[in-house]
């Protein structure tokens, strides 16, 4: 069974400081990654994805992931955090099952707070 | 594009009502997601369709809740009867393609149930 793990329920950072959230998964086969954001009282947002080729992948915001396969991670970075950055983010992994069918498995999600 | 548009916003009701939820998904995508989310236990995915198909209903809790497509613009969530274990954001999202496609979610319906 696929799964996808964040170890940190939340993350706090100084803004202007640079922030990681962290993702590892588990899947049989080639991993689609995905990051999301959740607002308050929102539905989620796409924020970036990987799906082959280059292990860095830029998303909306200024964020950046990347996939390292090795350590089966897919950390979301960025270079330097805003007061607006504090939300709930999700990562979530999509493989394909029998059928053609490609489940997708969201984590339990990490509260980034960005300190002024 | 209006995105994906779920009605209503907010739907208080008595144990033991019938609920239904409304989705309009994106035009021209054809995957249809139901999730449930809540403090306890986050994002659970309850029903996945396909070209209105359902692929994936094992995260249906029970009978209680059923979801129709009856076409590729618009879907229901039902429960009946409702229990306030039952209270929870529901979001429809909908999707494009069978490879690695993100959703696009909705603004979510807020259940209560007393």
């Known amino acids: 069974a696929q799964s996808v793990a964040q170890p940190e329920d939340q993350v706090n950072v100084a803004e202007g400081n640079p922030l990681t959230v962290k993702c590892t998964y588990s899947v049989s086969g080639n991993p689609y990654l995905f990051w999301y954001v959740q607002y308050p009282n929102r539905g989620l947002q796409f924020l970036l994805k990987?799906?082959?080729?280059?292990?860095l992948v830029k998303g909306s915001y200024g964020f950046e992931a990347e996939f390292n396969k090795s350590q089966t991670s897919f950390h979301l970075k960025k270079p330097s955090a805003l007061v607006s950055d504090s939300a709930l983010y999700f990562c979530?992994?999509?493989?394909?099952?029998?059928?053609?069918?490609?489940?997708?498995?969201f984590g339990t999600g990490t509260k980034l707070q960005v300190i002024p | 594009d209006a995105g994906v548009i779920q009605s209503p916003r907010h739907e208080v009701t008595e144990m033991g009502q019938e609920v239904t939820l409304r989705c309009k998904p994106i035009s021209g995508h054809n995957s249809l997601f139901w999730y449930r989310q809540t403090m306890m236990r986050g994002l659970e995915l309850l029903i996945y369709?396909?070209?209105?198909?359902?692929?994936?209903d094992s995260g249906m809790p029970e009978d209680r809740f059923s979801a129709k497509m009856p076409n590729a613009s618009f879907s229901t969530l039902k429960i009946q009867p409702s229990e306030p274990r039952d209270s929870a954001v529901y979001f429809c999202?909908?999707?494009?393609?069978?490879?690695?496609?993100?959703?696009?979610f909705g603004p979510g319906t807020r259940l209560t149930v007393t």
């Open positions: 999202a909908s999707g494009e393609g069978p490879q690695g496609y993100e959703q696009y």
């Open positions: 369709f396909n070209n209105n198909v359902p692929i994936d």
């Open positions: 979530a992994v999509r493989a394909l099952q029998g059928g053609g069918y490609q489940k997708v498995t």
């Open positions: 990987y799906i082959t080729g280059d292990n």
